[in-house]
């Protein structure tokens, strides 16, 4: 069993910073990618930010320079860091990380619970 746990979300102003932390817990061999979605009221969940095994990132074009996307491989953590919010970033914000299993040595997609972001403006 595996388990994924948000945290840092909440109300800030325009033009302010948060920290978003997910962190999984469990029979973990390896984790493969880590990944930051996004899903505004009233739209599609998208991908905000992505990183490899390596430290490879990739970003969304919305986001990129003002979000920076991090990951603590010997405490099973990936970061989201977020400069310069915009209303327009507002919405509830998932991890989700391709896990292989130490209990099966087989690959598994594991979301978060979610966290709430709203950018006041």
């Known amino acids: 069993q595996v388990q994924l746990v948000e945290s840092g979300g909440g109300l800030v102003q325009a033009g302010g910073s948060l920290r978003l932390s997910c962190v999984a817990s469990g029979s973990i061999s390896t984790i493969i990618v880590m990944n930051w979605y996004r899903q505004a009221p009233g739209k599609q969940r998208e991908l905000v930010a992505a990183?490899?095994?390596?430290?490879?990132?990739n970003y969304a074009d919305s986001v990129k320079g003002r979000f920076t996307i991090s990951r603590d491989n010997a405490k099973n953590t990936v970061y989201l860091q977020m400069n310069s919010l915009k209303p327009g970033d507002t919405g509830v914000y998932y991890c989700?990380?391709?896990?292989?299993?130490?209990?099966?040595?087989?690959?598994?997609?594991?979301w978060g619970q979610g966290t709430q972001v709203t950018v006041s403006s």
């Open positions: 989700n990380l391709d896990i292989v299993r130490s209990d099966t040595y087989r690959l598994y997609h594991y």
């Open positions: 990183i490899t095994m390596g430290g490879e990132t």
